[in-house]
Nanobody
Framework: QVQLVESGGGLVQAGGSLRLSCAASGGIGSIYTMGWYRQAPGKQRELVAT???????NYADSVKGRFTISRDNAKSTVYLQMNSLKPEDTAVYYCNAYLPIAPRVAYWGQGTQVTVSS
């Protein structure tokens, strides 16, 4: 069974920084596309950032220039460095792993709470 274990969430003041980590186990390797999603109260879950096995990244417009996604394939871990945090960044953040070849399965972490105070 594949597992994604997230850590690093917490409370931070506006303008501060936080680093989220997601450790993968159960056979996930460098071939997976990794991503971070978030869901705020009363809102739909939205894409924050993705990173492919080869390195290219994509970001939501709302976080460009502030967040950085990275991965350490040797450690099977993906990170989300969040700088210049805003109150609107408050949400539960979820780690995602996607296999881009058959059977194209996806896995989700349990989520970690990020709260940004004004």
């Amino acid at each position: 069974q594949v597992q994604l274990v997230e850590s690093g969430g917490g409370l931070v003041q506006a303008g501060g920084s936080l680093r989220l980590s997601c450790a993968a186990s159960g056979g996930i390797g460098s071939i997976y596309t990794m991503g971070w999603y978030r869901q705020a109260p009363g809102k739909q879950r939205e894409l924050v950032a993705t990173i492919t096995s080869g390195g290219p990244t994509n970001y939501a417009d709302s976080v460009k220039g502030r967040f950085t996604i990275s991965r350490d394939n040797a450690k099977s871990t993906v990170y989300l460095q969040m700088n210049s945090l805003k109150p609107e960044d408050t949400a539960v953040y979820y780690c995602n792993a996607y296999l881009p070849i058959a059977p194209r399965v996806a896995y989700w972490g349990q989520g970690t709470q990020v709260t940004v105070s004004s």
